[in-house]
């Protein structure tokens, strides 16, 4: 962000305000408000601490105390909240209100989930709580896995089915107009360098393809062996959902060990959707498509269920 708004400052300031008594106040104000907001959002979030009589969260304005008896559920893998993040959802008997835990709040968040899923769930079958006898799970890197030798059945859509592939057309006029301009300044040739490169980014990022095999599951990159490789007896559970922004829809993967994997894919269409749900519960695979709902025979729709989500 910083390296951007430099560039951005340096051809704003050379283009439009050649004195440069506007353009630096403006980008330094623009920082600290920046920064403010961050670092308030930062303070904000509470410190966690289980025990065998509940969740204890303490943060510089507020403590909440929430008791393992005053629970009804708990939803681990949903979206809530104004922009639609992972949280942990807890709903109490007490208040119709839940409180939500967000999961990119805290970088152990996997352990944290499942500490309290292990807490609740003794609570509820034994009506007691060892902590000490709680164990995480740990998942082992794949990185010597002999993924070649698989045989993927590969779910992939041209990426010209979105708009976002024609993005490049702008930078393409960019270097159309450097090579038959006569002048550019050095600032303005930084800034229409930095428009190109911006304009590529969407045609690149969030367009990919997803493979299932017997072990793994992989999603990779349309252009670019970049990708990702999860083994499916790792994995517990699988969104197909929007994760918000209007961006891209996306395929959220949940492994054993309550890590979260999100990926947005702005190439399939509903069609591909459809048959990676297929594919994937013919693994056996425990899958929730929020975003098409199969219908019953009377043709109504069968409500997206989460109750999938709350063990």
């Given at each position: 962000?910083?390296?951007?708004?430099?560039?951005?400052?340096?051809y704003?300031?050379?283009?439009?305000?050649?004195?440069?008594?506007?353009?630096?106040?403006?980008?330094?104000?623009?920082?600290?408000?920046?920064i403010?907001?961050?670092?308030?959002?930062?303070y904000?979030?509470p410190?966690f601490?289980?025990?065998?009589?509940?969740?204890?969260?303490?943060?510089?304005?507020?403590?909440n105390?929430?008791k393992?008896?005053?629970?009804s559920?708990?939803?681990?893998?949903?979206?809530?909240?104004?922009l639609?993040?992972?949280?942990?959802?807890i709903e109490?008997?007490?208040?119709?209100?839940?409180?939500l835990?967000?999961?990119?709040?805290?970088?152990?968040?996997?352990?944290?989930?499942?500490?309290?899923?292990?807490?609740?769930?003794?609570f509820?079958?034994?009506?007691?709580i060892?902590?000490?006898?709680?164990?995480?799970?740990?998942?082992?890197?794949?990185?010597?896995d002999?993924i070649?030798f698989?045989?993927f059945?590969?779910?992939?859509r041209?990426?010209?089915?979105?708009?976002?592939?024609?993005?490049?057309?702008?930078?393409?006029?960019?270097?159309y107009?450097?090579?038959t301009?006569?002048?550019i300044?050095t600032?303005?040739?930084?800034?229409?360098f930095?428009?190109?490169a911006?304009?590529?980014?969407?045609?690149i990022i969030?367009?990919?393809?997803?493979?299932?095999?017997?072990?793994?599951?992989?999603?990779?990159?349309?252009?670019?062996?970049?990708?990702?490789?999860?083994?499916?007896a790792?994995i517990?559970e699988?969104?197909?959902?929007?994760?918000?922004?209007?961006?891209a829809y996306?395929?959220?993967?949940i492994?054993?060990?309550?890590?979260?994997?999100?990926?947005?894919?702005?190439?399939?269409?509903?069609k591909?959707w459809?048959?990676?749900?297929?594919?994937?519960k013919?693994?056996n695979?425990?899958?929730n498509?929020?975003l098409y709902?199969?219908?019953?025979k009377d043709?109504?729709?069968?409500?997206?269920?989460r109750?999938?989500?709350?063990r």
């Amino acid at each position: 962000m910083l390296i951007l708004g430099g560039l951005t400052y340096a051809y704003f300031n050379d283009v439009f305000l050649p004195s440069g008594r506007i353009g630096m106040p403006v980008l330094l104000t623009i920082y600290a408000v920046f920064i403010y907001f961050f670092l308030k959002k930062a303070y904000e979030i509470p410190d966690f601490e289980l025990s065998e009589n509940g969740i204890l969260l303490t943060s510089r304005k507020e403590i909440n105390e929430i008791k393992w008896d005053e629970i009804s559920d708990i939803d681990y893998y949903g979206r809530n909240g104004f922009l639609m993040m992972e949280t942990i959802k807890i709903e109490r008997k007490i208040s119709r209100h839940p409180f939500l835990i967000y999961h990119s709040h805290y970088s152990n968040a996997k352990e944290i989930t499942q500490a309290i899923q292990f807490c609740y769930d003794s609570f509820k079958n034994k009506g007691e709580i060892d902590l000490k006898s709680f164990v995480p799970i740990r998942i082992t890197p794949r990185n010597n896995d002999k993924i070649h030798f698989e045989d993927f059945n590969f779910i992939s859509r041209t990426p010209f089915v979105t708009l976002r592939s024609f993005i490049p057309l702008v930078g393409f006029f960019g270097i159309y107009k450097i090579l038959t301009a006569e002048y550019i300044p050095t600032n303005g040739l930084i800034g229409m360098f930095v428009l190109i490169a911006v304009s590529f980014l969407p045609a690149i990022i969030g367009i990919g393809k997803i493979g299932i095999s017997d072990k793994y599951l992989v999603v990779e990159n349309y252009y670019f062996p970049i990708k990702k490789v999860f083994r499916i007896a790792e994995i517990r559970e699988i969104f197909i959902e929007d994760p918000g922004g209007k961006l891209a829809y996306a395929v959220r993967l949940i492994t054993k060990d309550c890590n979260q994997k999100t990926f947005r894919i702005a190439n399939f269409l509903k069609k591909d959707w459809i048959k990676l749900e297929k594919v994937l519960k013919e693994k056996n695979l425990i899958v929730n498509n929020t975003l098409y709902k199969k219908k019953n025979k009377d043709n109504s729709k069968i409500p997206a269920s989460r109750n999938s989500a709350r063990r």
